[in-house]
């Protein structure tokens, strides 16, 4: 199989376990030569060490296909972008902070992560991103409509995170995407924000067709990526789900498993 483009995951993926591109990986994707986009739920800003560190030139896909950007200087230029209804942000906020006022929520928006506080999901989320968010009242910062891309909880609590996301899938908002990533992590995006959605552009406009294509994932966020490529390949780190559907399982994200599939790539192998 010939493959001519690769997709791939960002955490838990690409990324290791204390969220950073390790040498192994960056250095197997450069020489590789085959091209390479990151299909992530992260902003831009927390995609910009990874492109860097890959040379990535390319359009990239974030917030779980709601924004296709390139990246330009210390600035992106925006493709394609698809965000959440100025109304719903401020009601789903609100709702979250009344209803479970435990869990961490923040918002993210082109160029800015926002929180109303300092707590224990934001801090670890800094640790793991190198970012810094943004402490401000969410009522006050959303007095004017804004382009909202992504809500991000985090609850560290399983039973929390179940009742969590019933009580979000009972509202039946049809405008908006409920995805888990991860076990602490639940995101919400626009409807239409879906990797397949990133991709499925990015190959039109390159003419690929599914049979050239590759991707890795680990999360349940990754299954409509794997449907648009003929070549998924989950990390054995992975949720049993995405195993299932993949076509080749390669190590953890901890020893280098991107690196490990794409040199299999190479030599013709899968």
Known sequence: M????????????????????????????????IPFTLVSARAPMEMKEAIEKLALISPQIAFNGGLIFQKQNDSWKVISEVFMAFATVKYLLQFIGQNFPNVSA???????WYSECLDRGIEMEQKLTGQHVTVIETSKNLAKPKK????????????????????????????????QSGKNYLEITAALAKKSRGISYLMESEKLSKADCAAFGDGHNDLPMFEMVALPIAMSNAAEEVKEKASFITKSNDEDGVAFAVQKILLNEI
Do not use: C, W
Not at 15 to 22: A, E, I, K, P, T
Not at 149 to 171: G, H, N, Q, V
């Open 106 to 112: 923040s918002y993210y928006d082109l160029n800015h």
């Open 148 to 179: 909202i891309f992504k809500i991000m909880m985090i609850t560290f609590s399983p039973s929390e995170m179940e009742a969590l996301k019933a009580r979000l899938f009972s509202l039946q908002l049809e405008d908006v995407n409920i995805q």
């Open 2 to 33: 010939k493959i001519k483009q690769i997709f791939s995951d960002m955490d838990g993926t690409l990324l290791n376990s204390v969220g950073r591109v390790s040498q192994k990986n960056a250095g197997t994707i450069r020489e590789a030569k």
